[in-house]
């Protein structure tokens, strides 16, 4: 680039480049042009536009794993701001047992029916008393990391599952 087209002595932004194009011969009065260039992506920005992208696209196959990792997040707020929650968040693990009871008396099922229901049922409880151990004692507290795995792992499983069969 000759000296004619390079800037002295002018700020400009990080990570933008600025080329000034010559006043032409014939037009003395008026302003130069400016054109601005973006600097190119780094690679860490690339990597994350595609992590990014790809997350967005199986947002509903990853469903289970978000609503984890904000019981992760709510569970040590509670746990941080009032640690007596989960006493009160205790009773409601019981109640996807009691929906069990309750669909068996009004709609009886047998075979796979009563086996989802009853995994829903467990699974939903399990997430519950997790919930409610995290919110009281702090949600990576003792084995309640791997309680929180596999209750996630488990989630994501049938998701999926359930997601191909229907």
Not at 1 to 14: L, W
């Amino acid at each position: 680039m000759s000296s004619r087209t390079r800037t002295r002595g002018v700020k400009t932004a990080a990570g933008v480049h600025t080329v000034r194009i010559p006043r032409q011969r014939g037009r003395r009065g008026a302003d130069p042009f400016v054109v601005v260039v973006p600097e190119r992506p780094s690679l860490t920005r690339e990597a994350l536009a595609v992590v990014g992208g790809w997350l967005w696209r199986s947002r509903r196959a990853l469903a289970p794993t978000a609503l984890a990792v904000l019981a992760l997040v709510v569970a040590g707020l509670l746990h941080v701001i009032a640690w007596w929650s989960g006493l009160l968040l205790a009773p409601t693990a019981a109640g996807p047992l009691v929906w069990l009871l309750v669909m068996q008396r009004r709609r009886p099922a047998t075979g796979s029916v009563l086996a989802w229901r009853a995994g829903l049922a467990a699974l939903t409880s399990s997430a519950l008393a997790w919930l409610a151990t995290a919110a009281g004692f702090g949600p990576l507290a003792g084995a309640l990391e791997l309680w929180w795995l596999l209750t996630l792992i488990t989630a994501q499983s049938a998701w999926l599952i359930v997601r191909r069969t229907h």
